[in-house]
Each structure stands twice: as C-alpha cells, then as structure tokens.
T-cell receptor, first 118, second 115 residues
C-alpha cells in the first residue's frame, strides 16, 4: 500500500512565478490536508479538502494561495506570484475518517515539497 | 484556540538509555486526540504514537510510551532503549473536536542519540 505521494520533492522558483505542488493520498483515503513548515518551526495547518470540496481553509493566506482536490487526480496546492517568504516545506497528509464525531483517524504524511524562492 | 508547547528545544540521550520528551497543551475541549510525530533528517513526518483523551490507559508502541495526564494537560513521550535511529525532531500534536480535522503542532524537540 503506497503511502502519501508528493511531487516534486524540491521546487525552485523565482519571485513572481507560480508554484504547483501535488499530493496523491494513500489508497482508500479521501481527505487531504496541507501544512506548511517554515525553517526551524513546527507545522502549521493550511487547508483541509475532500474530493471536490474545500472543508476548512482557515489557515490559508488570503491572497495568492489556492488548493483543490478534483474528482480525479491529485490534490494541488497552488501559489501564485511567489515571494521569498513562501520558501518552506509543504506537507500533505491524508486520512480515511471513519465518522466518529471527532473524526479521530490519524493523518499520514507525505515526504513534503521543499520550495525555494530565489 | 488550542496551543501545544514543547519546552525542550533540544534533548540528548546515550544509546540504550531512556529519555522523556515533554509536551503540554491548552484546551477547553473534553474530547480530543494527541500524537507524537518524528521527523528524521529526511524530513519525512512519521507517526510514532497516538492517544485518545477518553482512554485512561497510556498508549504504548514497542519502545515508545506516553504519560498522559489529562488534568494537567500533559502528554510526555518516553523512549526506552534509545537507538541511533531515534535521532530526529519530535513533534507533539493535538486534534480536537472543535478544531475540526486540523492538527496543531508544538515547535518540536530535537533529540540527539549519542553512541
């Protein structure tokens, strides 16, 4: 059973360019989460998606950032007009969610995408 | 808002010895989950152990165990018989009923294992 897949593993962009980060959840998982890890910090929640729906985007910056999880294909985190402050590791996680009130299922993480903005 | 605090930025342990990493959290919720994740130099986030708040019994996974003190809002990780491969950054994380499905992470503890 393949784990969470993320690509690319490393991405270099110049200021003003667009960055597209992809995440394929574990088989059987239909819930995807994106987190950002700035250097020397812990992970910070960005967005939670189910197929074709954004459930919680309260951690997403209001501008330049967007996320989607289409019916077919991977989840995409898109950063437009990147700035140096966007340099970070971006982690995707997935879970199955089994319907308890709290959800409860563990989130399994991908290897991350390291974005460097020059 | 829930917060997670790891007060030890760095810890070290001798190989084969035992080490305890501290974590405290602040919440007004009664139902929640707590996790420890490990991030080795590869930067992959690896689940170490999880604890349901409604369970009084402390979770255990092989050499890893937790001391969950709900009243004190404390969730420490004990690593027994430390191995070189345990060297990593360890993150404590919280997931509560009103925070939806998001995980709230602490700032991490860097564990060094000395041979």
């Amino acid at each position: 059973n393949a784990g969470v897949m993320q690509n690319p593993r490393h991405l270099v962009r110049r200021r003003g360019q667009e960055a597209r980060l992809r995440c394929s959840p574990m088989k059987g998982h239909s819930h995807v989460y994106w987190y950002r890890q700035l250097p020397e910090e812990g992970l910070k929640f960005m967005v939670y998606l189910q197929k074709e729906n954004i459930i919680d985007e309260s951690g997403m910056p209001k501008e330049r950032f967007s996320a989607e999880f289409p019916k077919e294909g991977p989840s995409i985190l898109r950063i437009q007009q990147v700035v140096r402050g966007d340099s970070a590791a971006y982690f995707c996680a997935s879970s199955p969610i089994v319907g308890t009130p709290i959800g409860g299922e563990t989130q399994y993480f991908g290897p991350g995408t390291r974005l460097l903005v020059l | 808002a829930q917060t997670v605090t790891q007060s030890q930025p760095e810890m070290s342990v001798q190989e084969a010895e035992t080490v305890t990493l501290s974590c405290t959290y602040d919440t007004s919720e009664s139902d929640y989950y707590l996790f420890w994740y490990k991030q080795p130099p590869s930067r992959q986030m690896i689940l170490v152990i999880r604890q349901e708040a409604y369970k009084q019994q402390n979770a255990t996974e092989n050499r890893f165990s937790v001391n969950f003190q709900k009243a004190a809002k404390s969730f420490s990780l004990k690593i027994s018989d430390s191995q070189l491969g345990d060297a990593a950054m360890y993150f404590c994380a919280y997931k509560g009923e009103t925070s939806g499905s998001r995980l709230t992470f602490g700032e991490g503890t860097q564990l060094t294992v000395n041979p």
